[in-house]
């Protein structure tokens, strides 16, 4: 039993366990506090996720664009580079996805493809330009990257408050046209006779006919599979690896360092930035006025960071993530709790986690006492 | 307590030693004789026993050393002697009175001084505030009173014959000053036990001889002093016992004028070793690199490398020998491509490398094992594995058909080398570099510079803060790459490796190579002499 206790310390899957556990916790004293029954929150919360096949999907639905904020932001930091920009990087995509969906018509199949490729090279300039400026001026990527945050942030707003691009009497620019959306089924499908059958005939396809699921999910499994085999199989992977972890060893095994600062930032703002693009092409269709950023790229840090800045964690962390977002939203409605619980929740997780690396020297002590 | 650690394990070359040798035993009765004595001292990090049960009693007024390889505990024991760590177990008596230390301000009251390895001293003061620093002579309304304090430093000095400059600012003295205001101060707080922690590792052979005779006087005014050290010379020439600790625990306490380098070298090591290399005479041939009037800034501006020229040929060693701080660094970074230089040129193969990039200088032909061997050496959080190939990832033997790395092959190469060169634990090569002890560290850089097949093999300090074991294999390492027709260029702070392994010694001295000899025709003085900007 001991031993058994001992080696389940050892694995790192076993200090995101334990965060959850702390954050469930944290939840429920919370809850308790606020002078609501923690049990009834949290079988709330369960049935808020799974009651129904259409409520899971969207659990999955809204998990994508924080996978892609999260596999950015783990790109980067297994690479050395701390990309807290990843929300500039996310809303850049937002606007190519909304202004080359409306301005640039096209057929479609190539439309989506085309607006994805745009958006990514823009995310991936957007990101190189704070690695051009470590690697030329020396400033540290954190500044630069917060401080281009706040231009894409205005910047956005700028745009949609543009005379041209403004929808009059609304808040937001154009819708972008149907070629460019890349749901299963469009939303004017759920409504039809013809949707009202296929559901009737096949009910789990009501997960896919009533939520925005679309392609962005396949595309988002592949850009997950896809970096991971980057990081772990190729010889770019290396090297950034080795960059991430010394610099110094890097540069002196005559590795291009900058060079592959300038790429890692490239691959990570293009990722998420892409994220940001398959949010307007599949749910939103068109970018608003702001009075703040929706913080996309701030998930995907807390996303990496549950994820142990594995690719493939990701998916699994914003699923979570997701999940006890959607689930709160269960535990306002009916309980009357505020979702702040949820968000007091998971701020704990998130930190909890940060207490992973003292398990292992846990476990080391418990040997020693053996 | 008894004193059983005494016994000398079976494979020791020395075990039939003369009992004789154990003249400082644990006889308790005499304590009055003894200014330290620490009985069953143990102390663990983590699951790492750094000291178990060890039992040291230094008499009053006797040099004493510490020796033992790195990590074997014996700064461990005298920084839980200084207060710096708490011990686990055990009993400390100071002048014969039983005390706990807990912190340092303890250690000081019971008259006991430590001069680190690193110093702490603050660089833009001068020596006297240095030394007076937190007990300063004060005037009226808390001025201070300089003459007074210069006049009793000056004084203070002299009487220890440690003569300084009280008015001289630390950063403008030499490291051998700065090390001496460090042994003032902790006598001015009333040292009567002086720890010495590794003190020769930043002197030149002249220094050295000089500290020697500061720390007899230490003794003949009734001072003790204990020190720390892994060079049998030094223990030789200064120390009257010495206690030999190994992996924690100590092997022997033995009366210096009894013994050997070599039996010091095998109680340390636990086996029989070489203290020289074993090498034919070199056969140079072609020239390989060659520098021509090179000069090279540091961060600062300052000229460090002067018109620097040097050329090395293949089959031969070629040693720099020099104080640190004589421009070696800047040399090397301006070889290996980190750093512009100002003019002048390097050759290697016939390619002009100056101001290009570290990839530059490995395609002309040179690999280089780097003095900072965690910083630039290895990433310390890849595997063994990940290590042995961070310069010939991209050769194809370590892809598969699809052009991916393949995991099966990097392992099945790395478990070869781990197996070839000797890198333990046995099979580690999944292993993180962080966890291999420093020898082992270095054996994975070794083996992974020699495996390139480099023209030119630069070496900087390849055995810093490695113990006699492993410094055998990495000079072996080194004569047999030149056996096998490369050129080595080592650069060395320590004499003894020069003319351990050098077929050619150049002198490095305020930039610029001032002599090029023939090792067999000359000496360690001459060459020292030579560090220290004297003339030939």
Same mark, same amino acid.
């Given at each position: ?48 996720? /799974? ?17 892609? /904020? ?10 050395? =580079? ?30 989506? !493809? ?29 500044? %630069? ?26 808040? $937001? ?12 089924? %469009? ?184 | ?8 394990? *079976?494979? %020791? ?8 040798? $154990? ?33 040291? /009693? ?5 040099? $004493? ?10 700064? +461990? ?47 833009? =003061? ?47 003295? &030499? ?17 009567? !036990? ?29 001072? +003790? ?121 390097? !050759? ?15 395609? &002309? ?150 002599? *090029? ?17 004297? %003339?030939?």
């Amino acid at each position: 039993m001991r031993k058994f206790v001992i080696q389940a310390l050892k694995r790192p899957f076993t200090a995101v366990f334990c965060a959850i556990l702390v954050g469930l916790l944290v939840g429920a004293v919370t809850l308790l506090l606020g002078g609501f029954d923690p049990g009834r929150g949290y079988s709330l919360l369960i049935t808020g996720i /799974t009651s129904s096949t259409r409520r899971m999907a969207q659990v999955l639905v809204n998990a994508v664009p924080i996978v892609m /904020t999260g596999l950015a932001v783990s790109f980067a930091v297994r690479t050395g =580079m701390f990309n807290i920009g990843a929300d500039g990087q996310f809303i850049m995509g937002q606007i190519t996805g909304a202004i080359l969906g409306y301005y640039v018509p096209m057929p479609a199949i190539i439309h989506p !493809i085309f607006i994805m490729l745009c958006a990514f090279v823009i995310g991936g300039l957007y990101a190189g330009f704070a690695a051009y400026l470590k690697n030329r001026f020396g400033i540290h990527e954190v500044i %630069s990257s917060i401080m281009l945050n706040w231009i894409a942030y205005y910047f956005m707003n700028f745009i949609v408050n543009m005379k041209s691009v403004k929808v009059p009497g609304t808040q $937001h620019s154009p819708e972008i046209f149907d070629t460019a959306k890349i749901t299963f089924f %469009s939303r004017e499908f759920r409504t039809t006779a013809e949707g009202e059958a296929l559901i009737a005939k096949h009910p789990w396809m009501e997960s896919l006919v009533r939520t925005d699921a679309g392609y962005a999910i396949l595309v988002m499994i592949a850009v997950t599979l896809l970096l991971w085999i980057i990081l772990k199989y190729t010889r770019l992977g290396f090297e950034l690896r080795a960059v991430g972890y010394n610099y110094y060893a890097a540069e002196f095994a005559a590795m291009p360092v900058k060079r592959n600062a300038l790429l890692s930032m490239f691959i990570s703002g293009g990722t998420a930035a892409l994220g940001g693009a398959m949010l307007v092409m599949s749910t939103s269709y068109f970018i608003t006025m702001l009075g703040a950023t929706e913080g996309y790229g701030w998930d995907g840090i807390s996303v990496a960071l549950i994820a142990g800045n594995h690719p493939i964690g990701c998916i699994f962390a914003a699923l979570l993530y997701s999940a006890l977002k959607l689930g709160g939203t269960e535990i306002q409605s009916r309980l009357g709790a505020p979702t702040e619980i949820i968000n007091i929740m998971i701020g704990a997780l998130v930190l909890s986690i940060a207490f992973a690396p003292a398990l292992p020297r846990l476990a080391e002590r418990l040997e020693r006492k053996e | 307590m008894e004193q059983d650690t005494r016994t000398l394990p *079976d494979e %020791s070359p020395v075990g039939n030693m003369n009992e004789a040798f $154990h003249a400082p035993g644990g006889n308790q009765g005499e304590a009055a004789d003894y200014a330290v004595e620490m009985y069953g001292i143990s102390k663990s990090f983590g699951t790492l026993r750094a000291l178990d049960h060890v039992d040291l /009693t230094v008499r009053k007024g006797t040099i $004493h050393a510490l020796l033992g390889e790195n990590g074997a505990g014996k700064s +461990t024991l005298m920084k839980i002697l200084y207060g710096l760590y708490t011990k686990d177990a055990g009993e400390i008596r100071i002048m014969g009175e039983p005390c706990e230390i807990k912190n340092p301000k303890q250690a000081i009251a019971h008259g006991i001084g430590m001069v680190h390895q690193h110093f702490m001293l603050v660089e833009n =003061m001068t020596i006297a505030e240095n030394i007076v620093l937190g007990s300063e002579p004060i005037r009226s309304f808390g001025r201070l009173d300089r003459e007074k304090m210069n006049r009793t430093i000056r004084e203070f000095g002299e009487k220890y014959g440690l003569e300084v400059d009280p008015r001289a600012v630390i950063m403008d003295v &030499s490291v051998a000053t700065q090390q001496r205001v460090e042994i003032l101060k902790a006598l001015y707080r009333g040292a009567d !036990i002086l720890i010495l922690d590794e003190p020769t590792a930043v002197l030149t052979p002249q220094e050295i001889d000089n500290l020697i005779v500061t720390m007899h006087r230490l003794v003949e005014v009734g001072k +003790t002093v204990i020190i720390i050290t892994h060079k049998l010379k030094e223990i030789i020439a200064s120390s009257e016992y010495c206690t030999i600790i190994r992996r924690g625990k100590v092997v022997d306490t033995v009366r210096v004028e009894d013994v050997t380098e070599k039996d010091l070298a095998s109680m340390m090591v636990g086996r029989e070793v070489m203290l020289t290399t074993e090498k034919d005479p070199a056969a140079p041939g072609e020239v390989i690199m060659e520098i021509n009037d090179l000069t090279v800034k540091d961060n600062r501006g300052i000229e460090k490398v002067k018109d620097l020229s040097l050329y090395v040929r293949r089959g031969e060693i070629l040693a720099i020998a020099g104080v640190d701080g004589n421009g070696q660094t800047e040399l090397i970074e301006a070889i290996t491509g980190l750093r512009k230089s100002e003019k002048g040129e390097i !050759i290697v193969n016939g390619q002009h490398i100056e101001n290009g990039l570290p990839v530059d200088t490995h395609r &002309s032909g040179i690999r280089t094992i780097h003095e900072d061997r965690h910083k630039r050496g290895l990433v310390l959080d890849f595997q063994v594995g990940e290590n042995l190939i961070l310069e010939s990832y991209k050769q194809k033997r370590f892809q598969g058909r699809n052009c991916l790395l393949s995991w099966k092959k990097i392992n099945d190469y790395a478990n070869r080398q781990i197996d070839k060169f000797d890198i333990r634990p046995a099979g580690c090569a999944l292993q993180r570099a962080k966890e291999l002890s420093g020898g082992n560290q270095q054996k994975v850089i070794v083996a992974r510079t020699v495996e390139q097949e480099p023209d030119l093999l630069l070496a900087c300090q390849p055995t810093r803060g490695l113990d006699v074991g492993a410094i055998e294999y990495v000079r072996n390492a080194l004569v047999e790459q030149r056996d096998q027709g490369r050129a080595v260029l080592l650069i060395s702070y320590e004499l003894d490796e020069v003319f351990d392994i050098a077929d050619r010694i150049n002198v490095i001295y305020n930039g610029q190579i001032v002599a *090029d000899l023939d090792p067999e025709k000359t000496d360690e003085q001459a060459v020292g002499l030579l560090m220290a900007g004297g %003339s030939q």
